[in-house]
């Protein structure tokens, strides 16, 4: 259980490491910040918690993923319609 639990906690590490390449403020403060994060929770033993802040640590992966979505069809959307207004 513990080596699922390992890989979980991974691969949560890795995508959101993948997805800071495009970080407003730079990859390197997207990566500092993110490693912060994972070693305040370093010292967690129990399965249930490390559940719960691996439901948690999902979601945030969810919202930063809408996010990027969203920005990238703003950045369509203005570049192929332009206001025609006049």
Do not use: W
């Not at 906690?9 to 390449?21: C, D, E, M, S």
């Not at 970080?23 to 070693?39: D, M, S, T, V, W």
């Not at 570049?79 to 025609?84: E, P, W």
């Amino acid at each position: 259980m513990a080596n699922s639990l390992r890989g979980e906690v991974l691969a949560l590490y890795k995508n959101p490491l993948y997805l800071g390449r495009n970080y407003p403020k730079g990859a390197e403060y997207f990566k500092r910040h993110l490693k912060n994060i994972f070693l305040k929770i370093n010292d967690v033993k129990d399965p249930e918690k490390i559940k719960e802040l691996i439901a948690q640590g999902e979601c945030v992966m969810k919202k930063l993923e809408a996010l990027y979505f969203l920005r990238k069809y703003r950045a369509m959307k203005q570049h192929f319609y332009t206001d025609t207004k006049n």
